[in-house]
């Protein structure tokens, strides 16, 4: 198979290296980016001549067309908002198509392409990263185990390993993405019906072994399409991102003072972005590229044959030494990557423009998990 990777950043690396060393199957990979020299970059890294590297605008969509054909899945790692028209492209090119999300208005869109996406008789499957991704699928995964589920619980974070400032805190993916996570409202079902809470909210302690106090919170996003899916099936399902014990009080200072503000305010004559200000300091002064850890955990409450379970998946993931990639990187691209190889293949339950936890299987998905060596605990 030939699948193509938009995007040369983090994340774009991660899905090529997975695409080349954990996927027999794979034929040829292309890496387009706007920059050539960070797609050349990746290629290099790699070390392999299956792998193309390519420019491309993705904001030209004739071009885009042009590079899509003749792949067989392609996955979007570049801004969110550049992934209806991405999708749209895949149509008109019978390209199955993967992202790693980031909006739920924009997700909203895609999944509106679904009548088109079966004529095509492709997959489209946005918000397919770690959180919303991979849990959204360990989600179903876990609900599945029992008669009647009542709660889930999902928890994520990116930690690094040597924190080295006050927020405790390393740059793993777009500081765009961040400070959404951080500003829009989180979709959570409570009570049985969907509703919207505030993000940094709802502060409550966890633990994991051998870690520092740690603390979990409201953010946006992490839910993706899994209140629909679950509406009328569970109580509770909420999704809080995990920090080190701290972390929210300081950055939502920084919001209540509007830094995360977009309306732009008038310095010296000069019109400026608040946000886009705040962006450009968090990449300059916070690490990043150092060894992180991915922290993931689901609950699930429920009945099986009559009696109440509780069932906890755990994951601790750490930077891989040997490859260079971090823990992020794993956890968000690989997931990607394999999801773009199930559709290539055939190898999932539906066809169309569908959320993962419907289209994926998941008892396949946990196995190429395992495979790469990232590990589910149960308990």
Same mark, same amino acid.
């Given at each position: 198979m030939k699948i193509l990777v938009l /995007? *040369?950043?983090?994340?774009?690396?991660?899905?090529?290296?997975?695409?080349?060393?954990?996927?027999?199957?794979?034929?040829?990979?292309?890496?387009?980016?706007?920059?050539?020299?960070?797609?050349?970059?990746?290629? #290099?890294?790699?070390?392999t001549d299956r792998v193309i590297a390519h420019h491309i605008d993705v904001s030209n969509y004739v071009d885009v067309v042009d590079l899509m054909k003749n792949h067989d899945?392609?996955?979007?790692?570049?801004?969110?908002?550049? #992934?209806?028209?991405?999708?749209?492209?895949?149509?008109?090119? #019978?390209?199955n198509f993967c992202d790693l999300g980031g909006n739920n208005y924009i997700v909203d869109a895609q999944l509106a392409l679904d009548d088109k996406a079966k004529d095509a008789g492709i997959n489209i499957i946005p918000d397919c990263g770690l *959180?919303? /991704?991979?849990?959204?699928?360990?989600?179903?995964?876990?609900?599945?185990?029992?008669?009647?589920?009542d709660e889930i619980h999902i928890r994520v974070g990116g930690l690094p390993q040597h924190p080295k400032t006050l927020l405790e805190y390393q740059?793993?993916?777009?500081?765009?993405?961040?400070?959404?996570?951080?500003?829009?409202?989180?979709?959570?079902?409570?009570?049985?019906k969907i509703t919207e809470v505030?993000?940094?909210?709802?502060?409550?302690? %966890?633990a994991f072994e051998g870690f520092p106090p740690l603390e979990a919170?409201?953010?946006?996003?992490?839910?993706s399409t899994l209140p629909d899916t679950f509406l009328g099936k569970i109580k509770e399902l909420d999704y809080k991102t995990i920090r080190y014990a701290g972390h929210c009080e300081k950055f939502k200072t920084m919001i209540d003072l509007g830094l995360c503000s977009s309306e732009e305010v008038m310095i010296d004559y000069v019109k400026i972005s608040p946000r886009?200000?705040?962006?450009?300091?968090?990449?300059?002064?916070? @690490?990043?590229?150092? @060894?992180?850890?991915? %922290?993931?955990r689901l609950e699930f409450f429920g009945k099986k044959d009559g009696a109440a379970k509780r069932l906890r998946f755990d994951i601790v993931d750490r930077q891989d030494e040997q490859t260079g990639l971090?823990?992020?990187?794993?956890?968000?691209?690989? @997931?990607?990557?394999?999801?773009?190889?199930m559709m290539a293949t055939g190898d999932v339950l539906m066809r169309g423009a569908t959320p993962q936890e419907k289209a994926i299987d998941s008892d396949k998905f946990v196995t190429e998990l395992a495979r790469r060596n990232i590990i589910i605990k149960e308990s």
């Open positions: /995007g *040369a950043g983090r994340m774009g690396h991660g899905a090529v290296y997975d695409l080349i060393h954990n996927s027999p199957q794979v034929e040829l990979v292309t890496i387009a980016d706007f920059d050539l020299k960070k797609a050349d970059a990746v290629a #290099n890294a790699v070390g899945s392609a996955i979007s790692c570049v801004n969110y908002w550049y #992934n209806v028209e991405l999708s749209k492209a895949a149509i008109e090119t #019978n390209t *959180a919303p /991704g991979m849990v959204s699928i360990l989600a179903m995964h876990g609900a599945k185990r029992f008669d009647e589920i740059l793993v993916f777009s500081v765009e993405g961040l400070i959404n996570e951080y500003i829009e409202v989180a979709r959570i079902i409570r009570d049985g505030e993000s940094m909210t709802e502060i409550e302690s %966890l919170f409201q953010t946006s996003g992490g839910t886009k200000v705040l962006g450009e300091l968090l990449q300059k002064y916070l @690490p990043a590229d150092e @060894p992180d850890y991915v %922290l993931v971090s823990a992020m990187m794993r956890t968000t691209a690989f @997931p990607a990557s394999i999801i773009a190889q």
